[in-house]
């Protein structure tokens, strides 16, 4: 009869084999990506990178003129929507998703496309998540395109998005759709708000160092995935 290892000299080697494994599979997992958290004291809603965001007076758009100066003043200079060499609006053509509306432009862009009159080149707050970079956040590292996960106190959900604008100090904006996703019931960039200090993004500096663009936000998921990045918050934000 053939020898057969004992019952205890078994187990010590399945319980070696399992450590074993439980310390490869440490050595393999990725470290945590560094990160940071803001509370933000409210949250408007920015619907710039929408095609239909800004028009001349008369067309139905997702926002006022008024919006798109710097700081929501009209003495300030216009940072929403694209201009000419005469300060002019540059208008959308007859092959643009909005012919005859303003080119609304973010601060964060697509790389590839180098024709800054194509609405096709900016973050779509209709369809992306994203955040105003503020000045803590810059100063704390956050540059345009990282990603983040975002958190609503009063909902309880949380998402993925990117910082995708920058003009506002305080960074108390986000996208249509990041607010839409946070289960608030908006539909535009005009009278639209979260009032209170309810919203946590957890800022992941230096996360997208190829300023991968996204026209999606389910590619924008499962980059943010891949990384390894968390949307998960703790107890304490709940």
């Given at each position: 009869m053939p020898n057969r290892p004992r019952i205890p000299a078994l187990l010590a080697m399945l319980s070696t084999l399992a450590v074993g494994a439980a310390v490869s599979a440490r050595i393999h997992k990725p470290a945590a990506h560094p990160s940071f958290e803001i509370l933000t004291h409210r949250m408007d809603v920015d619907v710039d990178g929408a095609p239909n965001a800004y028009g001349p007076p008369g067309k139905p758009a997702l926002?006022?003129?008024?919006?798109?100066?710097?700081l929501e003043r009209d003495d300030q200079?216009?940072?929403?929507?694209?201009?000419?060499d005469k300060q002019r609006p540059v208008l959308q053509g007859?092959?643009?998703?909005?012919?005859?509306?303003?080119?609304?432009?973010?601060?964060?862009?697509?790389?590839?496309?180098?024709n800054e009159?194509?609405?096709?080149?900016y973050v779509d707050a209709r369809n992306i998540?994203?955040?105003?970079?503020?000045?803590?956040?810059?100063?704390?590292?956050?540059?345009?395109?990282?990603?983040?996960?975002?958190?609503?106190?009063?909902t309880h959900r949380a998402v993925f998005g990117i910082v995708g604008d920058t003009g506002n100090p305080s960074g108390d904006e986000g996208s249509l759709h990041l607010l839409q996703a946070l289960g608030y019931?908006?539909?535009?960039?005009?009278?639209?708000?979260?009032?209170?200090?309810?919203?946590?993004?957890?800022?992941?500096?230096?996360?997208?160092?190829?300023?991968?663009?996204?026209?999606?936000?389910?590619?924008?998921?499962?980059?943010?995935k891949k990384l390894g990045l968390g949307r998960d918050f703790s107890a304490a934000h709940r």
């Amino acid at each position: 009869m053939p020898n057969r290892p004992r019952i205890p000299a078994l187990l010590a080697m399945l319980s070696t084999l399992a450590v074993g494994a439980a310390v490869s599979a440490r050595i393999h997992k990725p470290a945590a990506h560094p990160s940071f958290e803001i509370l933000t004291h409210r949250m408007d809603v920015d619907v710039d990178g929408a095609p239909n965001a800004y028009g001349p007076p008369g067309k139905p758009a997702l926002d006022v003129l008024l919006d798109a100066h710097y700081l929501e003043r009209d003495d300030q200079p216009i940072v929403g929507y694209l201009l000419d060499d005469k300060q002019r609006p540059v208008l959308q053509g007859p092959g643009d998703p909005f012919p005859g509306y303003y080119v609304s432009q973010t601060a964060f862009s697509d790389d590839a496309n180098d024709n800054e009159s194509d609405p096709r080149g900016y973050v779509d707050a209709r369809n992306i998540n994203y955040v105003v970079r503020g000045d803590e956040a810059e100063r704390r590292g956050a540059q345009v395109g990282d990603f983040v996960a975002v958190y609503s106190k009063r909902t309880h959900r949380a998402v993925f998005g990117i910082v995708g604008d920058t003009g506002n100090p305080s960074g108390d904006e986000g996208s249509l759709h990041l607010l839409q996703a946070l289960g608030y019931p908006f539909h535009d960039g005009i009278s639209d708000s979260v009032t209170e200090p309810e919203i946590v993004i957890r800022f992941y500096p230096g996360s997208n160092p190829k300023h991968q663009f996204f026209f999606t936000q389910g590619a924008l998921d499962e980059a943010a995935k891949k990384l390894g990045l968390g949307r998960d918050f703790s107890a304490a934000h709940r």
